[in-house]
């Protein structure tokens, strides 16, 4: 049974409770769509990812029973301690890079593309990052770190990372010294210029202060929440692709191999010939995406988003009794159901235009 079966009534929870807080300080921290949204990716990258992750998991159990230098015993507390804080390390390095190069931004963005921060953010999981994740834990394989470790101590990490997305938590003091807290997350997702590349830990943000790309949260220049290309769509589906479909279009204008390759490679923030240069960003100018949500709207992306979470956990409580095929059929028409709906109820060309 996946772990993750378990944390999604807990997830539910904890985003009821966030909402209830901030409606009793008076502070707007959700919007529906956006919340809608941001739970439909979660959705859908578990489809996905319990699948894909089998591809990352099957290379690494490889690589660690053929090379891996020592054996580890698994009933001494350092070694999970060692693991996590070696998991954590190749953590900063997989985060900084898939900002950092445009192939990997393209999947990774889908978990920027909020313009709101708080707790349902944090389900706005990749669904292409399987493809590449698995290759920045090879040297824990290479370690002999064996894969019920590696695995485990990857849930830790990710399950950590949930509460850190929140608006209502301030600065906790010594503790932002050493671990990733809501404050210096909150920089991770600002648009702000003082924000962009910085604070890539998942559990620890000591490695930002090891390796300069830290920063603090400005109170007087809050961070905003997004992208510098926006995403302006609510479709779960196309928040995964929109990048790729610009990097591909980046590689249609680049002539020969190596330009290609240089367009692959390149930051997503530089400028290339034939694209534009990077965005000066003035925080007071910045509008939310917002479409209209008519009530009856309202409740039909609500009845979306509630079954798809309902046949997520049917999924996952029955999926290891099936076949792969079986499995993977679910999954996709799971993902097309997806691509419909988010076309048809939750796009701007039916709910209206956007603003700004
Ligand atoms: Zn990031
Ligand atoms: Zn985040």
Same mark, same amino acid.
């Given at each position: ?160 990372? !949930?509460?850190?997305?929140? =608006?209502?938590? $301030?600065?906790?003091?010594? %503790?932002?010294?050493? /671990?990733?807290? #809501? ?64 990097? !591909?279009?980046?590689?249609? =204008?680049?002539? $020969?191999?190596?330009?290609? %390759?240089?367009?692959? /490679?390149?930051? #997503? ?72 709906? $988010? ?10 235009? #956007?603003?700004?």
């Amino acid at each position: 049974m996946s772990p993750i079966f378990y944390a999604i009534p807990v997830f539910v929870v904890l985003i009821a409770l966030e909402m209830a807080i901030a409606h009793r300080r008076g502070l707007r921290v959700y919007s529906l769509q956006d919340t809608l949204t941001s739970l439909n990716i979660g959705v859908v990258s578990q489809f996905v990812n319990t699948l894909g992750g089998l591809i990352g998991v099957g290379i690494y159990a490889i690589v660690t029973e053929r090379w891996g230098a020592f054996t580890w015993d698994t009933s001494h507390p350092m070694t999970w301690l060692t693991a996590l804080v070696l998991y954590d390390f190749c953590y900063y390095w997989f985060h900084r890079l898939s900002h950092e190069v445009n192939i990997l931004w393209a999947a990774h963005v889908v978990h920027h593309s909020s313009e709101e921060y708080n707790l349902s953010t944090a389900l706005r999981q990749s669904s292409t990052g399987f493809l590449t994740h698995w290759m920045f834990y090879m040297p824990l394989a290479l370690l002999g770190i064996p894969v019920k470790v590696f695995v485990i101590v990857g849930l830790v990490d990710l399950v950590y990372q !949930f509460w850190v997305h929140t =608006r209502l938590v $301030g600065r906790l003091g010594w %503790l932002e010294w050493v /671990l990733v807290t #809501p404050s210096n997350h909150r920089v991770h997702h600002g648009q702000n210029d003082y924000c962009i590349d910085r604070n890539y830990g998942g559990l620890l943000i000591v490695w930002d202060r090891l390796f300069g790309t830290m920063a603090d949260e400005r109170d007087d220049e809050p961070p905003v929440y997004g992208i510098r290309k926006p995403l302006h769509s609510w479709n779960p589906v196309w928040a995964n692709l929109h990048q790729y479909a610009s990097v !591909f279009r980046q590689l249609a =204008r680049s002539p $020969g191999w190596g330009q290609k %390759l240089g367009a692959l /490679l390149a930051s #997503p923030g530089s400028a290339r010939p034939g694209t534009t240069p990077p965005v000066v960003f003035a925080p007071s100018a910045f509008q939310r995406f917002a479409t209209p949500a008519p009530l009856g709207m309202a409740m039909l992306g609500a009845a979306c988003t509630a079954m798809g979470t309902g046949l997520l956990m049917h999924f996952l409580w029955f999926q290891s009794q099936w076949s792969l095929g079986e499995r993977s059929a679910y999954a996709a028409g799971m993902v097309v159901f997806y691509l419909t709906a $988010g076309a048809l109820w939750l796009h701007p060309r039916v709910t209206g235009q #956007p603003k700004g």
